[in-house]
């Protein structure tokens, strides 16, 4: 399940940089982007939305008072070139809070810690429904993924782990003979459920319940050496609790 999410901020670089750092984790869905603060109020007031990446010094009404005039908040991480509204965006219980400039590996880490608590969330209200006669919708097993002319079914617990190509992907199974499929990151991340795949490289996503050991840098998967890359050691390590 994707977080839905909104980005404001007045500057035009500053946007289109959070929107492609957005696009390359592949588990945001970015509803709309805003340089005017106003506008993007409007917004939140009328749809849900699950996270909110905002700058603070923007003209009319800044970030702190815009997180402050929202009833149903929903999370916030807030950047700026000015560390010393940090602790005021704490106060207001802040996900996270980034200077800019941004590295990547800075953005993972606070929406990791956005997704956890999305996860953490989810998972409440899902305790708290009580099936309607007792019935309660299977969690997939599957996905379906198109090569060539078809459209191939494929068990969760058979995908050992995703490789990224110039123009495909390379999905490597417990079947010998590799699947081409010309769907990008973005739409496999989509598809897979986040408990059980993990991006540790821009070109490989890895079956957790498949890596044998971890190698330096390295994730093995039946003797393969998969590249942890270097933006998303730190995510990687923490889940799998390193």
Known sequence: ???KCIIIDDEPLALNIIR?????LGILEVVNVFTNAVEALQVLCKEKI??????IEMPQINGIDLAKAIDQKPMFIFTTAYPQYALEGFELNAVDYLVKPIPFARFIKAVNRAQELFLLKNETRQENIIPASGYSKPVEEF???????????LKLEDIKYIQGLKDYLKIHTQANKPILTLMNFKDMQSKLPLHNFLRVHRSFIVNLHKIDSIQRSKVVIDDVRIPIGDSYKESVYKRLGI
């Open 20 to 24: 492609s750092y957005c696009d390359d």
């Open 1 to 3: 399940m994707k977080m």
């Open 50 to 55: 699950d996270l909110v990446f905002c700058d």
């Open 143 to 153: 996905v379906f993924v198109k090569s060539e002319y078809d459209n191939i079914k």
